[in-house]
């Protein structure tokens, strides 16, 4: 009898460990609760299991990351808005930055089937131009920050790990600690 007790608890645990692998080459669909899981196997299951787990690690960095970028972006269109009104972009920004938003909004008319960024002209500039325009016109800002460098130090560190972001690269968890801190920092400071 015992012999037939080993051999079940043998063959179970087999089979368990062949269901994991199963389900981590995406042969096997993992137990889901939604549609939207659901269809989230079904996309990556042909997948390497590299590029899904550090799929799944990098959503972390590109949230914090998407609201750090527009907390500033929206906290610039209300300091010039309130400043200048709605027309504030022609009087603020300088003229490569009028040529990067024209261009960009010209290539998206050309190329209508593909979405567009956001409505307001803001949107189309790189994220570097942000902190250039808080500290070209450090009049509007200088009550919100302890000083420019503080500004730039947090946009310029979080760009570089920005661009590892955008350009689809696994972000070390340094890294995405490091922008969660500035993303604290800039709620702390500004709201």
Known sequence: MKGLVDNFVFRGIM???????L???????????????????????????????????????YRVLYAFENSIRELLISVFTEADGADWFDKR???????????????????????????HPL???????????ITNHWELFKAL????????SRIKETERTRNVIAHTNELPSTEGARMEMHLRDWISQVG
């Open 145 to 152: 920050f302890p000083d420019q460098g503080w500004v730039n």
């Open 23 to 61: 389900q981590s080459s995406g042969l096997l669909r993992i137990r889901t609760s939604t549609p939207e899981e659901n269809r989230d196997h079904d996309l990556f299951a042909s997948v390497a299991e590299k590029i899904r787990a550090s799929s799944k690690a990098m959503q972390a960095n």
């Open 93 to 119: 920004t300088n003229v490569d930055m009028k040529k990067k938003f024209e261009s960009r909004r010209k290539s998206e008319e050309t190329n209508m089937w593909h979405c567009g960024r956001h409505c």
């Open 123 to 133: 949107y189309y500039l790189d994220f570097a131009d942000l902190a250039l325009l």
């Open 15 to 21: 089979a368990g460990h062949a269901i994991r692998d």
